[in-house]
């Protein structure tokens, strides 16, 4: 079974994803009603889907120009990268 993303692994943003293609990061603590927590699960008619909140590495654009430091994406869209910075923590 392969492994998922933990709280300080470092990930990229496939080039399967509509946005931030190739961006590298890290998994952060995100607000998720009155806890932190790095991922969530969202519920959807065809099955769940497991979210994690990830700090950029560099400032990623979208498509209106927008620019952000971090993002909520799905797991299908994440690789998993050796070498995790687990100190880097929550933002």
């Known amino acids: 079974m392969e492994r ?3 709280l300080g692994d470092r990930v990229r943003v496939s080039s399967q994803c509509h946005w931030a ?4 990061a890290t998994v952060i603590g995100g607000v998720q009603g009155d806890a932190m927590r790095f991922r969530r699960i969202v519920p959807f008619e065809d099955g769940a889907r ?5 700090k950029f590495d560099q400032p990623q654009l979208d498509e209106a120009g927008e ?9 299908r869209y994440l690789e998993l ?3 995790k910075c687990h100190n880097q923590g929550a933002a």
């Open 4 to 6: 998922v993303p933990l």
């Open 21 to 24: 293609k190739g961006a590298t």
């Open 81 to 83: 990268l050796t070498g």
């Open 50 to 54: 497991t979210y994690y909140f990830i």
């Open 67 to 75: 620019e952000f430091i971090g993002a909520e994406i799905e797991l």
